[in-house]
Structures are given as C-alpha cells and as structure tokens.
C-alpha cells in the first residue's frame, strides 16, 4: 500500500535527508533574526497541525514562537556568603515543559484567542521554536462548525493557563 501525504512529511521531519538539513538550517538562521513571537500565514509541519485539529479557515492562527532552551535560573535571596551549590539556584528544573510554557506566553500576548494546541519545529544550541495554533472564538465560522464550536462556549477560556492543553496535560500527569 502507498504512503499519504501526512505520513511522508511525518517521515520527514523524523529522519530528514540532507537537502532537508540544509534548508532546517537556513531556516534557523531566519528565525533568530525574528521578533520573539510571529505570526505565520501556515504551518510549518502540515502533518502535526492537522492532527492537532488544525484547519485552513477563517478563525485560525498559527504563531510561531521561540524560547531559550535550558533550566530556570532560581532568584537569589538573602543567602550572600555561601555555597552556590547548596542555595539551590543551579541545576533547578521546572516542573513545566517548555511547550507547556511557550503556549501559556502565546496566550497572554494573544489573549482573545484560545490555544488549541502546539509542536516543536526547530532548536539550536540556544533556543527552541515552536508554533502554537490559536482560535478565535468570536469567528462565526468556528461558531458554526460541529468539531470546534466547544472551543466557543463560556468554560473553555484559558484552557491553556488550566493545563487543558496536550502539553498541559502530559505536565500535570507526571509525577
């Protein structure tokens, strides 16, 4: 049996080829020029959007985001004169993946719409890119469509800051 379209762009982006590297790259080098949170006019990785429900209508937006990559620096507080070891202000890792916290920062830049979900599209030694696919819950034309109007009712707001989202989620179960 032949492979869909989806399937290969997954293929892809699991084991790419070197023509790919190459343009990953390039594409890299771009996006370090960019502001810090950029909206995309589609998605990078096609497969990943649509099944996270992505779909090319009115109401959708995909932003494109970047983090620094690495743990959290801890404040330092009334401990002058001692170990840097013991004052627990290295090696401190947040209990929050850095998905989870580039969709909760896309949601407070944006904060009429709703996330609806996000993926990884790229890293380099200093930051890590991912897109966040966001909804507009005012749009009529996610009103009126049976899979996404739920996204549109009064207590789904800020389902990213409840840990609702699929990074949200994987987040709160590990323990």
Same mark, same amino acid.
């Given at each position: 049996m032949?492979?869909g /379209?989806?399937?290969?762009?997954?293929?892809?982006?699991?084991?790419?080829?070197?023509?790919?590297?190459?343009?990953?790259?390039?594409?890299?080098?771009q996006w370090?020029r960019?502001?810090?949170?950029?909206?995309?006019k589609r998605?990078?990785?096609?497969?990943?959007?649509?099944?996270?429900?992505y779909k090319?209508k009115? !109401?959708?937006v995909?932003?494109? !985001?970047r983090l620094?990559r690495?743990?959290?620096?801890?404040? /330092?507080?009334?401990?002058?004169?001692?170990k840097p070891?013991?004052?627990?202000?290295?090696g401190?890792?947040s209990s929050?993946?850095?998905?989870?916290i580039?969709e909760?920062?896309?949601?407070k830049?944006?904060?009429?719409l709703?996330?609806l !979900?996000s993926y990884?599209?790229?890293?380099?030694?200093?930051?890590k890119?991912?897109?966040?696919?966001?909804?507009?819950p005012a749009?009529s034309?996610?009103?009126?469509?049976?899979n /996404?109007?739920?996204?549109?009712?009064?207590?789904?707001?800020?389902?990213?800051?409840?840990g /609702?989202?699929?990074? !949200?989620?994987?987040?709160?179960?590990?323990?």
């Open positions: 032949s492979k /379209l989806y399937q290969n762009i997954r293929e892809l982006w699991k084991k790419p080829k070197q023509l790919i590297k190459e343009e990953t790259r390039s594409r890299l080098m370090r960019d502001p810090r949170f950029k909206k995309i998605p990078t990785r096609l497969d990943r959007a649509r099944n996270l429900g090319a009115k !109401g959708f995909i932003v494109r !985001g620094t690495g743990g959290r620096n801890r404040p /330092l507080y009334g401990r002058r004169g001692r070891s013991k004052s627990g202000v290295t401190f890792t929050k993946s850095l998905q989870w580039m909760e920062r896309v949601q830049k944006y904060p009429n709703e996330v !979900g990884e599209v790229g890293r380099d030694g200093k930051y890119w991912f897109e966040v696919i966001l909804v507009d749009v034309e996610i009103k009126k469509d049976k /996404l109007k739920w996204i549109a009712s009064g207590k789904n707001k800020r389902r990213v800051l409840r /609702l989202t699929h990074s !949200g989620k994987r987040g709160r179960n590990e323990d």
